[in-house]
């Protein structure tokens, strides 16, 4: 295994068997440093008065987990907000029974910390889908701490953004694990929604739902190994 491997994974483990929430924080500063465009870094994070200002607003306390999280990384759009966004500390919201951190890109679902979680330093979260009966919505439970929804998100959202022209994806079969050597990461989210990280030399992956395989390479030559474009890159 690689380096990048070996620190992701094991920081990966660490942040799920750990009860301590410095773990996962250490995760998410992983993620940043050897997967995106640059570490994290004093910019990054939400000052005290902008989250003072939203549970003002609110009138709600905001989880401990989720003030750490702001501070660390919540301007940093390339790790948040490329596909289904974590909410900024302004648009904070309550939706039936919940607080609302983050919301699918065309508003199928969103997840959130239920109203009598928010004394918790690290509760649980949910997550509740959008139906066309509307009796027929519910918050399903999504992960038992908030902090591993928040990097579940960071790692989804980390594979996605496409400024550097570092991702691809397809349709998903379990071949293609074996094919690119990619190693199941610990499973930051529930197993019924069959979704899931894979790491290999140079290649973080994101299985979506069982159905699709979102790729972000670590350079051009790691992504073209799983593009099919290395003869081509190799021709030029």
Known sequence: MTD???????????????????????????????????????????????????????GLPLPAALR???????????????????????DLDLYEGALVFREENQGVCWWGVLLEDLGQDDPPTYLRSDMADKSQEHWTPWTDRLSLALAEMVLAETVL??????????????????????????SLAPAWCETGFHVGPDLLAHVSGGSWISV?????????????????????
């Not at 907000?81 to 974590?86: A, E, I, K, M, V």
């Not at 079969?173 to 690119?180: A, T, V």
Request: net charge negative; with cysteine.
């Open 68 to 90: 750490e999280a702001f501070q660390l990384f919540g301007r940093r759009d390339d790790l948040t907000r490329n596909q289904d966004p974590f909410s900024t500390p302004g």
């Open 161 to 186: 953004e496409d400024t550097e022209d570092l991702t691809d994806g397809t349709d998903f079969s379990p071949g293609i694990l074996e094919d690119l050597g990619l190693r199941p990461l610990p």
């Open 216 to 236: 972000r390479g670590r350079t051009p030559e790691a992504l073209a190994a799983f593009s099919g474009d290395e003869d081509s890159e190799d021709e030029e």
């Open 4 to 58: 990048s491997e070996v620190r992701i994974a094991g920081a990966t483990r660490a942040a799920v068997d750990s009860p301590d929430r410095a773990a996962v924080w250490d995760l998410i500063k992983i993620v940043a440093a050897d997967w995106s465009a640059r570490p994290l870094g004093p910019r990054d994070g939400c000052p005290e008065e902008e989250l003072d200002a939203a549970a003002v607003r609110l």
